[in-house]
């Protein structure tokens, strides 16, 4: 019988209609991966958050191995969290990662010896063939995971959340992350939370589901029981995506005319390469390299200047010496789909949309929409409200992708270039994703979608290319 490693019971937490948790009750066992799923408002996270030690639960109990433990600052010691921003020191060794805290640490105090060697234990038990003397900056995406679950391992963790889409990683790879995953928990006895934006993340790695919606659990079930996508939205969702989103159908046909071309793109290999984007059409870019695919991103879209790069738009050579000239001529990209990075906090939606995004291009061409503009938001957003004046730091991750696209859409740009555009999205974000980016289409805009899997865009795409370094 497998032991219980954490109990929550009779849980509550309020700070607002959308940040609340009710009535949570849920135990955890030993050697089980339990992946809990719902939209961006749904609770999972901040459940997550609670259970790290970082929120404190107005009422409820939390148990750890049948003890109660009240005080928050104690988690820390039966919790441990991966997430992709873990590694924040790429000059250290695998070794000094795994063995020391922080960086604050003195490192003359422990001999480089005994780190290592004890590295190397940690290897061997999970059976992982990693050199601990190379440097972080030097691993694959995969082996920086494999390092971060060692550590985990390494400080006999109770429970680990592993909150990731693991960007740069192959299917395969992450299947055999949950081979070396199963391997450690079974070890330690520990429990996994599995808390990812990404469906097929969520599916490898789990063995069960936790569904929450509206700050509540509303199912609890093993991972099969779920046939499909369908099936999983009658559990998340108020209704069916296809009756929430308005369907993009007539989308009259483009003659896919080449509309830009970006040549001499000198990547990993030293290889120069070249880019071919038609009017109309939706490409995905797919490498799993996560330098490579930001470097094109980089490049293409002007964040980057390169003056060996070729450019030509509507079958003319161009020549931008800023990203303010790709912009003017209508290349706009969005590096962050669903992150207020390229938004500004302390205004309104609606004064948003009036500043260009990263002062990128003139705001009178937004003023020249401002009326319009202002009723976009107020109608796409939904927020039942006389006019557009709550702060943007009141907003979620799906409301925030709403305010880039529709910005993007009233400039009617001739090329759309998106990073990872899905990786802070939940299951409604993506279909509001992919419902303006059929908008797009439809008015001939070429839409480049830069990523490191095929997950989410196999049915919306025209083309794909796969990037090799």
């Known amino acids: ?64 191995d049948g003890e109660m433990i009240a005080d928050k600052k104690l988690y820390a010691e039966k919790v441990y969290h991966i997430n992709p921003y873990s590694y924040f020191v790429e000059d250290w060794s695998v070794a000094e990662y795994i063995g020391l805290e922080n960086q604050k640490f003195n490192f003359w105090v422990i001999q480089e010896k005994v780190l290592v060697n004890q590295a190397k234990l940690y290897m061997d038990e999970l059976g992982l063939h990693i050199p601990v003397t190379k440097r972080i900056k030097e691993l694959t995406e995969l082996e920086k995971r494999m390092m971060n679950l060692v550590k985990a391992y390494s400080k006999h963790a109770r429970v680990l959340i592993i909150e990731d889409e693991f960007e740069g990683c192959s299917v395969e790879e992450v299947k055999n992350y949950k081979e070396i995953l199963n391997r450690a928990i079974g070890k330690r006895n520990m429990s996994v939370i599995i808390n990812s934006n990404s469906d097929q993340i969520s599916r490898i790695l789990s063995d069960k589901y936790v569904i929450f919606k509206n700050g509540s659990i509303v199912k609890k079930c093993h991972k099969n029981y779920i046939h499909n996508n369908e099936h999983l939205e009658k559990f998340m969702l108020r209704q069916r995506l296809s009756e929430g989103f308005e369907a993009q159908k007539d989308i009259p046909e483009n003659k896919h005319e080449l509309i830009y071309s970006v040549k001499n793109l000198d990547l990993k290999t030293g290889e120069k390469h070249q880019f071919n984007f038609y009017q109309g059409e939706i490409c995905s870019i797919l490498t799993l390299d996560v330098k490579t695919g930001r470097r094109i991103f980089d490049y293409i879209s002007g964040r980057k200047i390169d003056s060996n790069l070729v450019t030509y738009l509507d079958g003319k050579k161009s020549v931008f010496s800023n990203t303010q000239g790709f912009i003017r001529n209508k290349i706009v990209s969005i590096g962050q789909l669903g992150d207020p990075q390229e938004l500004i906090l302390g205004m309104s939606p609606g004064e948003n949309l009036l500043i260009p995004s990263l002062n990128k291009i003139s705001a009178w061409e937004y003023l020249r929409g401002k009326f319009r503009l202002e009723k976009m938001a107020e109608i796409q957003i939904e927020q039942q409200m006389e006019e557009l004046d709550f ?14 696209l529709e910005r993007w859409c009233i400039f009617k740009p001739k090329v759309l270039i998106l990073y990872e555009p899905f990786s802070h999205s939940d299951t409604a974000g993506i279909a509001l994703a992919k419902d303006y980016f059929y908008r797009f289409k439809s008015f001939g805009t070429s839409i480049v979608i830069i990523k490191s899997r095929e997950e989410y865009i196999v049915d919306i795409s025209d083309r794909i290319i796969h990037v090799s370094v």
């Open 391 to 404: 702060r943007l730091d009141e907003m979620g991750a799906n409301d925030y992708t709403t305010l880039l």
């Open 1 to 64: 019988m497998k032991k219980e490693v954490l109990r929550i019971q009779q849980l509550n937490y309020l700070e607002n209609d959308t940040q609340k948790l009710v009535d949570i009750n849920l135990y955890l066992l030993a050697g089980e991966c339990t992946g809990f799923l719902g939209l961006i408002d749904s609770g999972k996270s901040l459940l997550t958050e609670i259970i790290s030690g970082n929120r404190l639960a107005n009422t409820g109990s939390i148990f750890f």
